[in-house]
């Protein structure tokens, strides 16, 4: 079995590096207005594949990697797109997770910010897809880290692991990626910016966030490990590494 490539220093600083970029695209919507998301989307995506890119840098990149990764980006798209009878029950994030978690940081991140660009033009643009690129892309830029880092398996997960797994994608998706796409709201939907009208938006968005979560949460438990299964195989069979 190959062993894992491990990140250097380098593309880690160019991951940091392309995140601090995105952020100052996404306070460019607010400064300069929510008519150019579409230029802050696709500078967001641009971005999202610089620290994948440099991954290769000991290695000549292979079109079967990015092929790989294009059918692991069309699972998430999938699995948004399935549910579209139930607005807020998405498992996308898990998907993204897993991802990260198997091919590692800068992968997740790739995937989860070109995910939500390309479903979104299922479900609609709009100046929320640079802050919905930028919420899931951290989903599969942290879990990738930890499994980097050893903090948790990158593969074979016990049921102990996988229920910790679940737990732990659930408050991410809760607890980080809903109270983002809540600050999108709060600049979009909020005229004047009192203690009432933040709580009012925040407040809504709790249950909505609570949904996706339980969302992620029962895809992270019943496909965690049929899943990285088969991405593992996948790297194995093709040589591929983070």
């Given at each position: 079995m190959q062993e894992r490539v491990k990140?250097?220093?380098?593309?880690?600083?160019?991951?940091?590096?392309?995140?601090?970029?995105?952020?100052?695209?996404?306070?460019?919507?607010?400064?300069?207005?929510?008519?150019?998301?579409?230029?802050?989307?696709?500078?967001?995506?641009?971005?999202?594949?610089?620290?994948?890119?440099?991954?290769?840098?000991?290695?000549?990149?292979?079109?079967?990697?990015?092929?790989?990764?294009?059918?692991?980006?069309?699972?998430?798209?999938?699995?948004?797109?399935?549910?579209?009878?139930?607005?807020?029950?998405?498992?996308?994030?898990?998907?993204?997770?897993?991802?990260?978690?198997?091919?590692?940081?800068?992968?997740?991140?790739?995937?989860?910010?070109?995910?939500?660009?390309?479903?979104?033009?299922?479900?609609?643009?709009?100046?929320?897809?640079?802050?919905?690129?930028?919420?899931?892309?951290?989903?599969?830029?942290?879990?990738?880290?930890?499994?980097?880092?050893?903090l948790i398996p990158h593969k074979d997960y016990t049921k102990k692991q996988v229920l910790l797994l679940t737990v732990g994608g659930f408050f991410f998706t809760w607890c980080v990626i809903g109270p983002l796409l809540d600050v999108c709201a709060l600049f979009l939907m909020a005229n004047d910016y009192t203690v009432e009208s933040v709580l009012a938006i925040f407040a809504s968005g709790v249950p909505v966030n609570f949904t996706r979560a339980v969302a992620t949460a029962l895809l992270l438990f019943f496909a965690t490990n049929p899943l990285l299964d088969k991405l593992e195989r996948v790297k194995v069979k093709y040589g591929m590494g983070e």
């Open positions: 990140t250097s220093p380098k593309v880690l600083a160019i991951t940091v590096a392309c995140i601090a970029l995105a952020l100052a695209a996404l306070a460019s919507t607010v400064l300069l207005g929510v008519e150019n998301y579409y230029l802050v989307s696709v500078a967001i995506a641009v971005l999202t594949t610089v620290p994948f890119f440099a991954t290769f840098e000991s290695r000549k990149p292979q079109a079967r990697d990015l092929v790989v990764l294009a059918v692991v980006i069309a699972l998430a798209i999938v699995s948004r797109a399935a549910f579209f009878w139930f607005p807020d029950f998405k498992p996308i994030a898990a998907v993204i997770i897993i991802a990260g978690i198997a091919f590692g940081p800068q992968a997740g991140f790739m995937t989860g910010a070109m995910s939500m660009l390309l479903s979104n033009f299922l479900f609609g643009q709009g100046p929320w897809t640079p802050w919905q690129m930028l919420a899931f892309g951290l989903a599969g830029l942290v879990f990738g880290i930890l499994s980097q880092k050893n």
